[in-house]
């Protein structure tokens, strides 16, 4: 079959936006960068643990190859800017730390340990993570990156405040020992080697070591607060802008100018005085062979040309030359990558290659198109286009004129062997505390490389370079401009379900929708089927569906009747085309800050038969940090008006049975202050109002202005998920209707109890359950109700934002109780109805 394959050149403005080319005072700093050869690598726990401050003074000041190794994705954290949570909610801690490492320079790297959330003590952390797994990853990226020296962000003992800040001391402290010993995880060595790491410090902090100074014993001290011209800031300020990053933490921060001290205590290896490096050796001399660079690379820093930085092409390439030549090292594949990055910089060469579609399947035509454009008078040649994926190879030979754009077009199947686009660590299913990944050569790595490349070859004065470029979709957004993403590969047809849980109260048939979309280029045709447990029924049992074009929906109904029995159970969904089943569903994560996410799990909900009882029918919702309470509600039948700030009002609330605050609501919402008054006179005249928890730092009320009697913010906490529960008050109506809550109502739920308690209340508040973490004294702040006028004032800290959308029964139970003590609130205990 004759490949399309159109050459079209001529002279014009530049077709797609250009991606990231630095200026020539960037330039310059990354030619000085490359005459320095010493590395550190920062180790802590979760995204957002990392000290910017330091990491951007050593990457732009100090000119280290600084990494930071971050145990965790954050996936057991909280978020403020939406609902995900869990695994979701790691995809996007992950790409808020390699957009923080975008801006301060760093380098990123993670283990497979999981965020199983809040942890008061490492021995549990490191028996949940599996330390020895965890051990062997922190040994792997140290012999991968070679650091002359390690920074902790914690100590290794109880001042870190966490069992998971701890846990990254002490592997960090034990990988030290270990790394250059090639009888411990031996299987790394032959890809990797030993490496041993010369000084570990800790970057201690005044808020676990008060009396810290310059003038402390062993102590390092770096002011990182000092100012670049080449980039126009201080440290201070381009740490802030990567640390603002962690936007889904609401960890936003301002930049300082000025002086700024960062203290680094003494742990283990060569103790030194003032500088981590001095008792190694930096210069190009450290490497076998390096004398001959060495005044290659002084050259082309001196003789930089701000005005004409294609001047420093033919000392790079001979700087490149000589690289080659040295033995095979970390720095020497370090230092060509960054030899032959500045030659692209410094030639303004770009090279950009765009799908026309962001998802493409196997065996279906790719549509590339495909652009270089040499903004120099530096003798550039394209030479080869490759890639496997696409069966391209197109040997050529085009000179790249000054700024005389080239463009290709090539239309290419996919190849057969091409595999779905997800995560690398979410590919298999995984225990608590540790990703599986069975392909060990990928531990270590942020995120996937690109899911289709182009393999592009050019002759820069002579000289062949091979450069390796991802296929990407951009299009123009009439607000923001031009916006790109990455192309994923993915199955013919989506098959969703649009909610996550189904709650069968009865054996009543339900309907479920379930949404077919095409990823085909080709009109398609099958049937779409239901897999049910033992004892459901569903009608029809199959549906046939007919799509003509990519991207066209269609929604179709199956009514499904649960079982006889309470029971938790899952369905799935299965499009079957050509005798072929798909059965994935596609997720997307888009927020403006960071590259959209494309998840495909298996088209799978969770389906509870549960014997439930509600009361009441609209539920007020006033929305917090983010959370899916509110999807949670509807499936157990309730209409949820998401009130705006405005709609709160005294008229408004009458309608309503109940109202909810979603998490952290004091501390998120900023007008939180002016429509407290209207709610709790809500209260006051009958209605229930539910405040899950808050943290008692950047509240935006008076804390004695949220509650009807006194209560105090505390973060107390249970993180112990199965910890026992005891009913300190079985016979309130809040544990008797319309549901009769016992403690195996507190079976099975996820990650914690609760989170944030209150730890003291007044005495009219009735605590109606007790808990603890092994060792600690009961916490019985975790749900509170009080008895205002007529109505009922509930502050909880359970995790019901957790374990609503997790499916958990109990939690379900529980809630609806909660939202109904309205109606309820006038029955004597005795004379309550529970359903047994």
């Not at 760093?106 to 797994?133: C, M, P, V």
């Not at 590259?595 to 919702?621: D, H, V």
């Not at 998120?668 to 809500?682: G, K, Q, S, V």
Request: hydrophobic share 40%; proline share 5%; charged share 20%.
């Amino acid at each position: 079959m004759r490949v399309l394959f159109i050459l079209l050149v001529f002279i014009t403005r530049i077709t797609f936006a250009q991606q990231g080319q630095p200026s020539a005072s960037e330039i310059k700093l990354k030619l000085k960068k490359l005459n320095f050869l010493g590395s550190i690598l920062y180790v802590a726990a979760h995204p957002d643990d990392e000290n910017t401050r330091a990491i951007t003074f050593l990457a732009n000041d100090q000119l280290v190859a600084t990494a930071y190794l971050s145990m965790t994705r954050g996936d057991g954290g909280q978020n403020l800017i939406g609902p995900e949570i869990g695994e979701l909610l790691g995809l996007i801690r992950t790409q808020e730390l390699l957009a923080a490492r975008r801006i301060d320079g760093g380098q990123q790297f993670f283990t497979r340990a999981i965020d199983f959330g809040f942890s008061k003590n490492y021995h549990e952390t490191l028996e949940i993570w599996n330390k020895e797994e965890i051990l062997s990853d922190v040994v792997q990226v140290i012999r991968q990156f070679q650091p002359d020296v390690i920074l902790t962000r914690f100590p290794a003992d109880e001042r870190a405040g966490h069992g998971h800040h701890t846990s990254s001391a002490i592997l960090a402290q034990e990988a030290f020992d270990v790394s250059n010993n090639p009888e411990i995880f031996p299987e790394q060595v032959p890809t990797f080697g030993t490496w041993q790491v010369s000084t570990l410090y800790t970057n201690t902090g005044r808020w676990w070591n008060q009396t810290i100074s310059e003038k402390t014993p062993d102590i390092v001290t770096m002011n990182v607060g000092t100012y670049n011209p080449l980039l126009g800031k201080s440290y201070s300020e381009i740490a802030a802008a990567s640390r603002t990053s962690h936007k889904s933490q609401g960890f936003g921060s301002s930049g300082s100018r000025g002086d700024s001290q960062e203290f680094f205590e003494f742990v283990k290896g060569t103790k030194v005085n003032n500088d981590f490096f001095e008792n190694i050796n930096t210069s190009w001399a450290r490497v076998k062979g390096g004398d001959k660079v060495q005044p290659l690379v002084q050259k082309v820093i001196a003789e930089f040309n701000e005005d004409m930085p294609e001047l420093s092409v033919p000392v790079l390439l001979e700087v490149r030359k000589q690289i080659m030549l040295l033995d095979n090292s970390v720095w020497k594949q370090r230092k060509l990558k960054e030899t032959e990055q500045l030659l692209l910089d410094c030639s303004g060469l770009y090279i950009g290659v765009r799908a026309s579609h962001y998802v493409t399947t196997s065996d279906q035509p790719v549509r590339v198109s495909f652009e270089a454009i040499n903004r120099s008078d530096v003798p550039i040649t394209l030479l080869q286009v490759k890639s496997l994926m696409l069966s391209l190879d197109s040997t050529i030979t085009l000179p790249l004129k000054n700024n005389a754009s080239v463009t290709f077009k090539s239309v290419k199947n996919l190849s057969s062997n091409a595999s779905y686009s997800a995560p690398y660590w979410l590919k298999d299913s995984h225990s608590i505390g540790l990703y599986n990944v069975t392909d060990k050569s990928l531990i270590g790595k942020p995120e996937n490389d690109a899911a289709i490349t182009i393999e592009v070859t050019i002759s820069i004065m002579g000289e062949k370079l091979t450069r390796t470029v991802p296929v990407i979709y951009s299009w123009t957004d009439p607000v923001r401009g031009e916006l790109i993403r990455p192309v994923e590969i993915t199955p013919l047809v989506f098959v969703n379900f649009p909610q996550s849980v189904y709650v069968f109260k009865d054996q009543s048939a339900q309907p479920i929708r379930v949404l077919i979309k095409s990823e085909s280029q080709k009109q398609i045709a099958g049937s779409l089927t239901l897999v049910l447990p033992s004892g459901w029924k569903c009608e029809p049992a199959a549906i046939p569906f007919e799509l003509s074009s990519i991207g066209e929906e269609q929604t179709f109904v199956f009514n499904v009747t649960g079982s006889k029995i309470e029971m938790d159970a899952t369905i799935k969904a299965v499009a079957e085309i050509g005798g072929k089943p798909y059965s994935h569903s596609i997720q997307q994560i888009v927020y403006d800050h960071i590259p959209i996410q494309i998840l495909q799990p298996e088209a799978k909900a969770r389906a509870l038969r549960i014997n439930i009882l509600k009361t009441g029918s609209i539920i007020g919702y006033i929305k917090g940090a983010g959370d899916d309470i509110p999807a949670s509600l509807r499936h157990l039948g309730y209409e949820v008006w998401e009130m705006k700030n405005e709609e709160v009002t005294a008229a408004n609330l009458q309608r309503v049975d109940a109202v909810v605050l979603g998490i952290r609501a004091l501390n998120t919402n900023e007008r939180i202050r002016f429509i407290m008054p209207a709610l709790l006179d809500y209260v006051k005249n009958g209605g229930t109002m539910v405040v899950q928890y808050n943290t008692s730092n950047d509240i935006e009320i008076d804390e004695d202005k949220f509650s009807p009697y006194p209560l105090t913010l505390s973060r107390d906490r249970v993180t112990q998920e199965n910890s026992e529960v005891r009913i300190l008050k079985p016979d309130h109506p809040v544990l008797n209707y319309p549901n009769k809550i016992t403690s195996k109502d507190f079976d099975g739920w996820v990650q914690e109890r609760g989170l944030y308690f209150p730890s003291a209340w007044s005495e009219r508040y009735d605590a109606l359950l007790s808990m603890n973490d092994t060792g600690e004294p009961a916490r019985n702040g975790s749900l509170l109700i009080a008895k205002y006028g007529e109505g009922h004032y509930v502050y909880t800290g359970l995790s019901f934002f957790r374990e609503l959308p997790e499916g958990v029964p109990g939690a379900y139970k529980l809630f609806a109780n909660l939202v109904s003590l309205k109606i309820g609130k006038s029955l004597p205990n005795e004379k309550i109805k529970t359903k047994k």
